[in-house]
Nanobody
Framework: QVHLVESGGGLVQAGDSLRLSCAASGRTFSNYGMGWFRQTPGKEREFVATISWNSRIYYADSVRGRFTISRDNAKNTVYLQMNSLEPEDTAVYYC??????????????WGQGTQVTVSS
């Protein structure tokens, strides 16, 4: 497993941008698929984006065209650039490491989460 620490969340207005970062430590970062998920109270954790060890990228339909996932293996960091934010994007965002994919069960290491709040 790897230890993950997210940062970059905050309170913004609709239409603004934020960049989330997730710093990894403990194992060989470049071998891992990385993902971003989000969760609101009372709801299941929702897939946002994933980037494989060889940089194959997939997005949820709800964020495609607005969010961009990227990774810097030299810095052991994965990013989520979020543009044109909408109130519906308000959630706790979690970074995850593992085999990769669209399901939380495909990841075995999780960060503590960072709150993103988008006001209308």
């Amino acid at each position: 497993q790897v230890h993950l620490v997210e940062s970059g969340g905050g309170l913004v207005q609709a239409g603004d941008s934020l960049r989330l970062s997730c710093a990894a430590s403990g194992r060989t970062f470049s071998n891992y698929g990385m993902g971003w998920f989000r969760q609101t109270p009372g709801k299941e954790r929702e897939f946002v984006a994933t980037i494989s060890w060889n940089s194959r990228i997939y997005y949820a339909d709800s964020v495609r065209g607005r969010f961009t996932i990227s990774r810097d293996n030299a810095k052991n960091t994965v990013y989520l650039q979020m543009n044109s934010l909408e109130p519906e994007d308000t959630a706790v965002y979690y970074c995850a490491a593992g085999l990769g994919g669209f399901l939380p069960t495909q990841f075995d290491s999780w960060g503590q989460g960072t709150q993103v709040t988008v006001s209308s």
